[in-house]
T-cell receptor
């Protein structure tokens, strides 16, 4: 089954404690993205990657890092989480040339 | 960059046709228009995509006028399970630049019995 898998689904952490949210897709897609979703603000792109070892900033990259060492994986790293990064995070992937994006189930992160 | 405006919420009843209009005045020549559906605690799911005129698939139709400054998602005979948030997106998929996808803030559709 074609899918994008994020882990964990829920995470509560403390300010400053580094964390990683994993994302994996099994569709051999070139493009992968991370979004955060906040009430009243919709989905905002954090980072995206057009292929292995190619990443770029989205609209709200501050406080986040990503890596793309393998085509299927695109982890999101918060080196020093802060309460304003409390949000619902989605990973997405799509093939090239204007194809539909597939989203993961989301990771609800709370930073206290 | 295109700015997207869509209604915050809409109400309907089972069996009715629902039309959700999205405004994107500054749409660029290469931009496509895409709609996604999102249920609570789930990721958005692709519904339909188009460039101009009309596109229809098994779940929806998308109407795009000649000037492409707006688009209308049409859901025929909605059911309770269509209660969700619907997002309008504008973007240049052919440029291969994922960053150019611009999301609207979503329309929360409530379908009543």
């Amino acid at each position: 089954e074609a899918q994008v898998t994020q882990n964990p689904r829920y995470l509560i952490t403390v300010t400053g404690k580094k964390l990683t949210v994993t994302c994996s897709q099994n569709m051999n897609h070139e493009y992968m993205s991370w979004y955060r979703q906040d009430p009243g603000l919709g989905l905002r792109q954090i980072y995206y990657s057009m292929n292995v070892e190619v990443t770029d900033k989205g609209d709200v990259p501050e406080g986040y890092k990503v890596s793309r060492k393998e085509k299927r994986n695109f982890p999101l790293i918060l080196e020093s989480p802060s309460p304003n990064q409390t949000s619902l995070y989605f990973c997405a992937s799509r093939g090239h040339m204007n194809t539909e994006a597939f989203f993961g189930q989301g990771t609800r992160l709370t930073v206290v | 960059l295109a700015k997207i405006t869509q209604p915050i919420s809409m109400d309907s009843y089972e069996g009715q046709e629902v039309n959700i209009t999205c405004s994107h005045n500054n749409i660029a020549t290469n931009d496509y228009i895409t709609w996604y559906q999102q249920f609570p605690s789930q990721g958005p799911r692709f519904i339909i995509q188009g460039y101009k005129t009309k596109v229809t698939n098994e779940v929806a139709s998308l109407f795009i006028p000649a000037d492409r400054k707006s688009s209308t998602l049409s859901l025929p005979r909605v059911s309770l399970s269509d209660t969700a948030v619907y997002y309008c997106l504008v973007g240049d998929g052919y440029a291969g630049n994922n960053r150019k996808l611009i999301w609207g803030l979503g329309t929360s559709l409530a379908v009543n019995p």
